[in-house]
């Protein structure tokens, strides 16, 4: 009988030639454990979908009541049905008024897909912006617009009519003309190594958008849900986005994602097509239980209120000759050392040494990634920083 790690080997699709190759039994709020029982901390939070920690009792009691009821039924938006009518109404609730249209997908990029089709519906225009270093997803539309080209190359051809603007440059912001259909902009920027956008960009952004009559797509995939402090990131800089695009900690361990408009904007799919977009699982009634239930977790258990002082604790205690920053916002932060060369070897270091679970970002590879549950405790962040100056020490010398 082979074991689950040959069977992971030679059949399941790799993606890479050096995987983690740690296999995981179980979970339960910031923490992982191997089939020996050996404890690891979850700095990472599977690329920030564990927001609320590892099976939330709460978010297992909603999946479980679901289970009772049905699980599939019908292909998306023909059959009433309560988890997806109820979530989509409690996202509603937690944004400006005018965003009142949800379209339930089954991940973040299937959103980002939807999101730029209903643009192009909407404005009757086929311009697409985004930043480089900017990830959106591995199918062709979100593909098209990751700004990475050796990311690319190899799929081409993708989407015509992309371009991409640097971030945080306000001359570039004359990109956006008469003939765009939509920029796309993560929020603050993930696989980028966490970049936070630098006062009034995101406003001359929005306010160039609105000039030219482009739609402003919002990514909050990864820094959305609570992540950042707030419980969509774009509260903190003054802007509202025409489309919002959710997935990962929305549903608190299980697949969902959305993109998020205006019922006028969205009305687009009801005509010139007639069900201009379809899916078969978007909006499952079981990750929409789910996603209630962390929406709910996040809201009452009060978890936004502490993610800036947990962010602050963390940068307290990260300081050594070998760390060159910490960049962040919220719980979603990044360590930059010199280089891939040294980062490496710590974060190996940090798993098999330090039983500490965390990586580096898929355009920034001198950067660690900190982005644990927002359940963490101050407790468990001092051991989490303990452990990783050991490992920074253990490698980069005092
Ligand atoms: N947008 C952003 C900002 C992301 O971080 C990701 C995933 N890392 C995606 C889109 C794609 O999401 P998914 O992997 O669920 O397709």
């Not at 074991?3 to 983690?20: I, N, V």
């Not at 160039?208 to 509260?235: H, N, S, V």
């Not at 003054?238 to 994602?257: F, H, R, V, W």
Request: with cysteine.
């Amino acid at each position: 009988m082979l074991t689950p790690r040959q069977l992971f080997l030679r059949h399941q699709a790799q993606t890479s030639d050096f995987p983690l190759l740690l296999e995981i039994e179980r979970a339960e709020g910031v923490y992982m454990f191997d089939a020996e029982g050996q404890r690891y901390l979850d700095l990472i939070s599977g690329i920030g979908v564990s927001n609320v920690g590892h099976r939330h009792p709460r978010v297992l009691q909603a999946i479980q009541q679901q289970l009772d009821k049905y699980l599939h039924l019908m292909v998306y938006g023909e059959l009433v049905q309560a988890p997806p009518a109820v979530l989509a109404e409690a996202l509603h609730r937690t944004l400006p008024p005018y965003l009142d249209n949800v379209y339930f997908t089954n991940s973040g990029t299937e959103a980002v897909e939807g999101a730029l089709k209903l643009a192009k519906r909407h404005t009757s225009r086929t311009g697409l912006l985004s930043s480089y270093n900017a990830y959106h997803g591995s199918t062709h539309g979100a593909l098209s617009i990751t700004g990475s080209e050796s990311f690319k190359n190899s799929f081409r051809p993708l989407l015509p009519n992309v371009q991409h603007f640097r971030h945080n440059n306000f001359d570039d912001l004359s990109l956006i003309t008469k003939h765009t259909a939509a920029v796309i902009i993560e929020t603050v920027q993930g696989e980028a190594g966490v970049r936070v956008p630098a006062p009034g960009y995101l406003p001359a952004l929005r306010q160039r958008c609105t000039e030219m009559g482009a739609l402003l797509i919002l990514d909050e995939i990864q820094c959305g849900f609570g992540r950042t402090g707030t419980f969509w990131a774009f509260e903190q800089f003054g802007i509202e986005p025409d489309i919002l695009l959710t997935a990962k900690g929305m549903g608190g361990g299980m697949p969902i994602g959305a993109f998020i408009s205006s019922q006028e904007i969205m009305s687009g799919f009801k005509t010139d097509p007639i069900l201009g977009h379809c899916t078969t699982f978007g909006g499952h009634p079981v990750s929409c239980a789910a996603s209630l239930a962390t929406l709910q977790v996040i809201q009452e258990e009060q978890l936004l209120t502490g993610v800036a002082e947990k962010a602050t604790r963390f940068r307290q205690q990260l300081v050594h000759p070998a760390i060159r920053e910490v960049r962040g916002c919220g719980l979603l932060m990044a360590v930059e050392f010199d280089s891939f060369d040294i980062l490496k070897p710590i974060i190996d270091h940090a798993l098999w040494h330090e039983h500490i679970l965390t990586d580096w970002f898929l355009f920034c590879d001198n950067s660690l990634r900190i982005a644990p549950p927002l359940t963490i405790t101050n407790a468990q962040i001092d051991d989490a920083c303990t452990a990783l100056l050991r490992a920074i020490t253990a490698v980069a010398g005092e």
